[in-house]
C-alpha cells in the first residue's frame, strides 16, 4: 500500500513538472512546476521512512514469530524498539507485559522447543533499562543463533517477557 502511495505521488510530481513544461513555464515557476518539484523531492523521503520503520503489528507478529503462540489477549507492549537497517538487516525487540497464565504458557513452550538456554541475555541491558527494569532480572533467557537470530528472555516477576528478533 506504502509502495503505491509513492509511485503515485512521483507520477504526480513527474504529471506536474511534465505540464509546466509543456505550458511553455519553466519547471521551477508556477504552482504546478512547485508542486511537481515538491512530489519529486518528498517521495524518496517518505520511502525510506516506510522502509525503516516497523509496520503497526509487527511486534504482535514479533511473539507469535518468536515463541509460537498466538498474541495473548492480556498482553500490553511495554517497550518497543526496532528498525531496519541496510534494507536487510533488522532488530525489532520488545517487552510484553502478560498475565501469568499465558507467561507460563510461553515458557512452557520455550522449554520444549529446540532453543537454546543461557541465564544473560546480550546487548540488551540499555534498552532494558530505558524499560525502566533491571537486566538481571531477566532469569530464564532462551535464543537461537544464526542468519535470523531469536532472543527471549523471562522476567521474574512472572508477566513479563522480551522478544527480540534480529539479523546483522
Not at 25 to 50: D, E, K, Q, W
Not at 54 to 78: C, F, H, T, W
Not at 91 to 120: E, H, P, V
Not at 136 to 165: C, D, E, P, W
Request: hydrophobic share 45%; with cysteine.
Amino acid at each position: 500500500m506504502f509502495i503505491s502511495i509513492i509511485i503515485f505521488l512521483l507520477l504526480a510530481g513527474l504529471f506536474f513538472s511534465i505540464r509546466a513544461i509543456v505550458l511553455r513555464r519553466n519547471v521551477g515557476c508556477g504552482i504546478m512546476g512547485i508542486v511537481g518539484i515538491l512530489l519529486i523531492i518528498a517521495a524518496p523521503f517518505i520511502l525510506l521512512y516506510i522502509l525503516a520503520t516497523p509496520p503497526s503489528g509487527a511486534y504482535r507478529d514479533l511473539y507469535e514469530e518468536v515463541i509460537g503462540l498466538p498474541y495473548p489477549a492480556s498482553a500490553k507492549i511495554i517497550k518497543k524498539d526496532g528498525a531496519s537497517i541496510h534494507f536487510s538487516d533488522y532488530n525489532y525487540m520488545a517487552i510484553i507485559k502478560i498475565d501469568t497464565a499465558d507467561y507460563q504458557k510461553a515458557l512452557q513452550k520455550m522449554q520444549s522447543g529446540n532453543f537454546s538456554r543461557d541465564t544473560t541475555i546480550w546487548h540488551i541491558h540499555s534498552f532494558v533499562e530505558k524499560a525502566g527494569l533491571d537486566p538481571t532480572h531477566f532469569t530464564r533467557a532462551f535464543y537461537t543463533s544464526g542468519n535470523h537470530a531469536k532472543v527471549v528472555g523471562f522476567h521474574r516477576n512472572g508477566q513479563l517477557i522480551f522478544v527480540r528478533k534480529y539479523r546483522y
